[in-house]
């Protein structure tokens, strides 16, 4: 339907995969290959990480990708002349040479996560914890494993107090940012009672079955 949508007003679809390496929809074609461009972050967190800031456009189109890649580079092709207001957005050797080393196992990693996530899904068993529905195919990565619970302080302190690691991916919805000030005085209380319950657990393929067992045994006893 977006793809309908996009040539019906000669738009272009750019995706936002930057934690979605390796992802499929439910049609089997993997992120960054459904639209006309697609971004994607090598952050270090990233399940294709790099070893500091980094990133990628990818597409199919040869026009576009002259584009970008002048646009990374000052917005020129050629030294001085500027064709474009660009950016200094050169990916350095260093980092596409441990991308290059890491690439080959993505999906193996992104296996062992899913293998995490549906332990933890088969094997958390408490009321106060809300779980992700997944399905159990091989569309999802789990760059983050986000479960939901009420009282978030409290519960972030008990596993504080056990040991257990802990993010919170995202705490302030869109409406309440600084720099959306403009919809703040609107209500969209789905959207805030999420932003105030989520936070991420233990989530990386280097993760131990002892390790992942013992997240597992503390969110029981919660």
Do not use: C, W
């Not at 779980?131 to 619970?149: K, M, Q, W």
């Not at 403009?182 to 990386?204: G, Q, T």
């Amino acid at each position: 339907e977006i793809s309908k949508i996009s040539k019906e007003n000669n738009l272009l679809v750019i995706e936002d995969a930057a934690q979605a390496h390796g992802a499929k929809n439910n049609a089997g074609k993997r992120a960054g290959n459904i639209g006309d461009a697609a971004g994607f972050s090598f952050y270090p967190t990233k399940n294709l990480g790099a070893l500091g800031d980094a990133g990628a456009v990818t597409t199919n189109d040869d026009a576009l990708a002259e584009v970008v890649q002048k646009l990374r580079n000052y917005g020129t092709s050629t030294k001085y002349e500027n064709e474009y207001l660009g950016f200094n957005s050169r990916l350095d050797e260093l980092q596409a040479a441990f991308l290059n080393v890491k690439l080959p196992v993505v999906d193996s990693d992104n296996e062992t996560r899913r293998a995490i996530a549906k332990k933890y899904i088969s094997e958390i068993r408490n009321e106060k914890i809300t779980l992700p529905d997944y399905d159990g195919s091989e569309s999802h990565v789990f760059h983050l494993f986000v479960i939901r619970v009420e009282n978030r302080n409290r519960f972030t302190d008990y596993l504080d107090r056990n040991g257990v690691g802990h993010l919170i991916h995202y705490p302030i919805p869109p409406h309440k940012q600084k720099a959306l000030s403009e919809f703040s005085h609107l209500s969209f209380p789905n959207a805030e009672k999420i932003h105030n319950e989520v936070i991420s657990i233990p989530m990386s393929p280097v993760m131990t079955e002892e390790e992942v067992s013992e997240v597992i045994s503390i969110l029981n006893s919660y």
